[in-house]
C-alpha cells in the first residue's frame, strides 16, 4: 500500500485543520488505518484509528473530542479533521495502515507509512 498524506499547513490555535491520506496498491478496505504525529525533540505517538469499515475508531485522550477520523473506502482515503488545534498539536502528521488489529497503537504494529505532513499550531 503506498500512503500520500496532504493537508498540513499553518494556523492559528483553535482553527481547525482537515488532513487526508490517498492509499494505492492494494485493496483498501482490508486495512486499518491510523495517524500517528511526531513532535520535534519527541517520539511518534499515536493519534488515531479506524477500522476496515469505519465503523470504529479509537483517539489517543489528547486529541479526543477535537479531532475525528474517517474512511472512504469507495475513494481510498482517509481523513483526520481537527478542530481547536493548541500550539501542542504541532508535529509531522503521518498515516499508516495495518493488515492486523485496527485498533493498534504502536507504530511498530502498521505495515505501511506515508510521508508526513506538517502541521504547525501558532499561539
Known amino acids: 500500500v503506498q500512503l500520500q498524506a496532504s493537508g498540513g499547513g499553518l494556523v492559528q490555535a483553535g482553527d481547525s485543520l482537515r488532513l487526508s491520506c490517498a492509499a494505492s496498491?492494494?485493496?483498501?478496505?482490508?486495512?486499518?488505518m491510523g495517524w500517528f504525529r511526531q513532535a520535534p525533540g519527541k517520539e511518534r505517538e499515536f493519534v488515531a484509528a479506524i477500522s476496515w469499515s469505519g465503523g470504529s475508531t479509537l483517539y489517543a485522550s489528547s486529541v479526543k473530542g477535537r479531532f475525528t477520523i474517517s474512511r472512504d473506502n469507495a475513494k481510498n482515503t482517509v481523513n483526520l479533521e481537527m478542530n481547536s488545534l493548541k500550539p501542542e498539536d504541532t508535529a509531522v502528521y503521518y498515516c499508516a495502515a495495518v493488515g492486523g488489529g485496527w485498533d493498534a497503537t504502536k507504530e511498530q504494529d502498521y505495515d505501511y507509512w506515508g510521508r508526513g505532513t506538517q502541521v504547525t499550531v501558532s499561539s
Open positions: 496498491g492494494r485493496t483498501f478496505s482490508n486495512y486499518g
